[in-house]
């Protein structure tokens, strides 16, 4: 067993490693058409919809492993890929999930996360994925995540920003940001469009 999931990894960063342009899905893993009987293990995707109940739960808040014997071990976010993705990784609408578990487990799970709420989609419900650079002078540069606190004061979260030809998915709290960065920004229109306004003020210091 311990063999078997050290392959699953090394598998998984070979193919869905930083820098990797190969697009994610449960054919693409090396270990994926191979058969493992004995575990009755399967590979299996699925897409997170539009109004998705569990949009923005951690994979910890969501226990997948716990209630359904399921792992996740692969997130694609607009094209970003995150291999094995951690306990504190949330999932978002049009995410792409790879999912690894018996059949009836995966099944079990792809119903659970594809759930949707009953509320009517309007311009404040639908989440998404916009971009925005970092300008000269803005009172976003030079600051951290922490001391800039997107989620908390602009009710949006930062999947990666793109830094020349580095880029940085899913940034830690202590990433200072820096003119020219291309921000990735997780939220409704409204926050959005918000976040963008206030990236792109000018101001001396951080507020």
Known sequence: LIYWHSELEVGLQDVLGEGSTQRMSASSVPWAGRRHEEWELGVSECVIPDLAECSGRTLVQLDLRTRFGCTVVGIERQGCMISLPGPGEALFPRDKVLLLGSPAQN???????????????????????????????????????????????????????RRGPMRILNPRADERLQVGDELLAIGTPVKLREFKAWVRELATTVE
Request: net charge negative; hydrophobic share 50%.
């Open 107 to 161: 099944a079990a799970v792809k119903t659970a996360i594809g759930a949707v709420s009953g509320a009517e989609i309007s311009d404040f419900d639908v989440v998404g994925l916009e971009t925005v650079i970092l300008p000269a002078g803005s009172r976003a540069a030079r600051g951290t995540l922490s001391e800039l606190a997107p989620a908390a004061r602009h009710g949006v979260q930062l999947a990666g920003i």
